[in-house]
C-alpha cells in the first residue's frame, strides 16, 4: 500500500505559477507523476524516469544540493516531444519531498 500523506510532501512558492501553461492532459500527467513521487511508489517499481538535477549540463557536473542536504531531482512529465516538460523537486533528507516547479526540458534551475 503507498500512502500518501500530508507530512510527506510540499509545494514551494513557484510551484503554482509553473502550472499557468500546462493543458489539462499535462495537468493529469503531472498529477499522477506526483502521486508516484510523493507516496514513494516510484523508487519501489520505477514507473516513471527520475535522476538528480545536475549544476550543468556536462556530464560529470554535480547535482543541485541544498546546506540541509536536499537533493534537486529531475522527472520526467513528457518524452519525445520538443522542449519535453520536466518537474523539479527536492527529496530532503527527513524523505519529504516538496514541489519545486515545472520547466521546459532545457531549464535546469531547480
Known amino acids: ?48 524516469e527520475v535522476h538528480p538535477l545536475r549544476t550543468s549540463d556536462r556530464g560529470y557536473a554535480g547535482p543541485h544540493t541544498q546546506a540541509d542536504g536536499s537533493l534537486c531531482m529531475r522527472a520526467y512529465l513528457e518524452e519525445g516531444v520538443p522542449q519535453s516538460r520536466r518537474l523539479h523537486y527536492w527529496k530532503r533528507v527527513d524523505g519529504l519531498v516538496a514541489l519545486s516547479r515545472m520547466v521546459l526540458h532545457d531549464d535546469t534551475s531547480p
Open 1 to 48: 500500500m503507498y500512502a500518501l500523506a500530508d507530512d510527506v510532501w510540499s509545494m514551494g512558492e513557484d510551484f503554482g505559477g509553473s502550472l499557468r501553461d500546462l493543458r489539462n492532459s499535462q495537468l493529469r500527467r503531472l498529477f499522477k507523476l506526483i502521486v508516484h513521487i510523493a507516496s514513494g511508489r516510484n523508487g519501489i517499481q520505477g514507473l516513471i
